[in-house]
């Protein structure tokens, strides 16, 4: 079955700095991968996803994640944090079967401080 | 805009007594899905719905039941509301059929059960 790792429940960075958050997922067929922003009192957001085109995906806001099937990875990162990326960041997983669900991380908490 | 109405927004009731959260799409989408999300759980799938009268349970489904008796409209049913249910639930939906399609999010709803 498949699962996502997210490690780090909470990330915190300086305004201008590097953001990573990192995403490991396990899956026995090729994945689709996908990330999510949640603002506070609102609903998850589509960030980028991975469908195997490219593993460099380009997403919203900055945002950029590397497939590495080698490592299992797919870890998000922005060069330059602003204070508008505080928020909670979803990690999911396309589950197998043909079931159409998706498997979620459970989310690393983003701050930035000024 | 996803097209995704959840109501209500906001409700606090008591143990015992039943609950239906609604979720309505604009776009007669196939796939919807129910999830439950909570504090160091990330999200949780409930019931998830792939047609009208057509659903099946997810991870977490105990305790709750669903309906999709128009194309339009996912009702979640708590019959008897118990304080571990109280969360904030989202409903989402998933415009095409593969495991590459995302799915999108409603803006959720809070539930306190007291």
């Known amino acids: 079955a498949q699962s996502v790792t997210q490690l780090g429940s909470h990330v915190s960075v300086s305004e201008g700095a590097l953001v990573l958050l990192r995403c490991n997922y396990s899956?026995?067929?090729?994945?689709?991968l996908f990330w999510y922003v949640q603002y506070p009192n609102q609903g998850l957001q589509l960030l980028l996803k991975?469908?195997?085109?490219?593993?460099l995906v380009k997403g919203i806001n900055g945002f950029e994640a590397e497939f590495k099937k080698s490592e299992t990875s797919f870890h998000l990162t922005k060069p330059s944090a602003h204070m508008s990326d505080a928020a909670e960041y979803f990690c999911?997983?396309?589950?197998?079967?043909?079931?159409?669900?998706?498997?979620f991380g459970k989310g690393t908490k983003l701050t930035v401080n000024p | 805009d996803a097209g995704i109405t959840q109501s209500p927004r906001h409700k606090v009731t008591e143990t015992g007594t039943p609950v239906t959260l609604r979720c309505h799409q604009t776009?007669?989408?196939?796939?919807m899905y129910w999830y439950r999300q909570d504090p160091g759980h990330g999200l949780r799938l409930i019931h998830y719905?792939?047609?009208?009268?057509?659903?099946d349970k997810g991870e977490v489904s105990d305790g709750y039941s669903v309906s999709r008796s128009k194309t339009e409209d996912f009702l979640l049913t708590l019959e008897s509301a118990t304080s571990s249910q109280t969360s904030v639930y989202f409903c989402?939906?998933?415009?095409?059929?593969?495991?590459?399609?995302?799915?999108?999010f409603g803006d959720g709803t809070r539930l306190s059960i007291l």
């Open positions: 999911a997983v396309s589950a197998e079967g043909g079931s159409e669900k998706l498997v």
């Open positions: 899956s026995s067929v090729p994945p689709y």
């Open positions: 991975y469908t195997s085109a490219a593993t």
């Open positions: 776009e007669n989408h196939r796939y």
């Open positions: 719905s792939y047609g009208v009268k057509d659903t």
């Open positions: 989402a939906i998933k415009r095409d059929r593969g495991r590459g399609q995302p799915q999108h």
